[in-house]
Every structure is written in structure tokens, then in C-alpha cells.
């Protein structure tokens, strides 16, 4: 009897670890799926606030770091908020920039408090031909494709962003696709950085991508039957028929070495 007990025991603590990692997994999906619905109606303020108040905070976009809360609050409200929406916090009359979130992948840390998730965005953005003479972006509309591989933190019991790592792996306008597109053509990458730039990254990063940049972006986990990790040769895209020794190097989840 003794012995079924303590069985009975040993399957409880089992079954409420697992119940607290599968609450975990859903509460960093919504918390990431929330996060793409402020972003689609330019609610900066609100994105802001899902990040946590933590000094190794950052948030890594086209080249460039913002780092700790202050950061954050740079790039969403003072240049996002700026080009987009003229300063406010919210949407603006015939602007359109939905961000569908999709394709999570989420790996809580043994520890409880730490977790990695890699989510895929599909962005559909553009101003309608009435406001074309008064939207600062004029006429235009694209798609937008990339990858999150992002890390988050339990804070008083809580889910919040902790690290942000942006790869957008392509844009298209309607008209030419995504073949003809120029790099830089419809995001600027950032070369000044805070308080030159007042809107500006706190650090350039030498690590940025952008079609036909075709690497892959490192996985935070193995793969699930193997155990293996990809090795760094096979994350890189050489151009067809070449060496791999002729291409980029392998992309890297870890902070991008700062430029300059």
C-alpha cells in the first residue's frame, strides 16, 4: 500500500508539471498572438506593454538593436507610430498592415520561467487609393513574410516578450512580385543609431536577411526524432551549383554582433 501511494504520488507531480508546461505553451501563444493583433491596428502602446521591464530586454529588426524597455518604446511608438499612423496610437483611416501569426513552435525551459518560440508572420500591408495623396506612404501595398524566433519570461507569474529577433524573409509589391523586388526597397535598413537617429536602433547588427537571402533560421530546438541539431552548413544558401564555402555564414539565434 505504501508503495501505490507513493506511486500515486510520483504520477500527480508528473501530471502537474505537464499540465503547467501545456498551460505555459498556450498562455506564450496567446500572449504572441495577441501581440500580432495590436500589431495590425498599430496599437504601439499596447505592444510595448507586452515586453518585459528587464535590463537584457531587445528587440533586433533590419539591422538594428533596440535594446531594454526604452528601446522598444523607440522603435513601436516613436517610428512605427510616426511613419504609420502619424504619431497616435491606433489605427488610421485606409492604412492596412495585418500581421496573421501561424506555425508556433514553443520549447518552455526546464527552469519554468524562460521559454523559446518560433512563429511564421505573413503581412498584407498597403493604403487604399483614397488617402494616397494624404498618407505619407502614397499609393502602395505588399506582402510581407518572415520568421520570429523570439524568447519570453514568466515575470510575477506572467508571460512577457523578452527577446525579439525579426527575420523578414521577403516583400512583394502587387504588382511585380516578390521576383523583382529591391533590397531595402520597402524597409530601410537602419545606419544611425539612437540619439543621432532620435527613432534609431541603440546598436547596428551585422546580421540582417532579406530575399533572395534564402538562409535558414537557426531552430531553437532539435529535431524531434533524431536529437539532432541542423548543422551550420546546412543553414547556409549558396547560390545553385556553388560550394557552400562560397556563401553567407550560417545565421546565429544569439545576439548579433554589433557593427562599428
Known sequence: MASEIEELKQLVQKLSKEVTRLSDEAEIKKLHFKYGYYLDKCLYEEVVDLYADHPDTYVEFIGGRYRRK?????????RFASRFVAGRNGPVHGFLLDHAQ???VITITPSGDRANGRFRALMSAGTHKSVQDTHPRGFVQWWEGGVYENEYI???GVWKVFRLKYFPFWHADFERGWSNKE????????????PENESGPDEIVEQCMLWPDTRVVPF???HPVTGEVVKDEDLRAPEFGKPVE???PALSL???KKLG
Not at 533590397?183 to 539612437?194: C, K, L, M, Q
Open 70 to 78: 526604452a528601446g522598444v518604446k523607440r522603435l513601436y511608438v516613436d
Open 102 to 104: 501561424m506555425q508556433d
Open 154 to 156: 514568466k515575470e510575477n
Open 183 to 194: 533590397i531595402g526597397e520597402f524597409v530601410p535598413f537602419d545606419t544611425v543609431t539612437w
Open 220 to 222: 531553437h530546438y532539435a
Open 246 to 248: 562560397s556563401s553567407l
Open 254 to 256: 544569439g545576439e548579433s
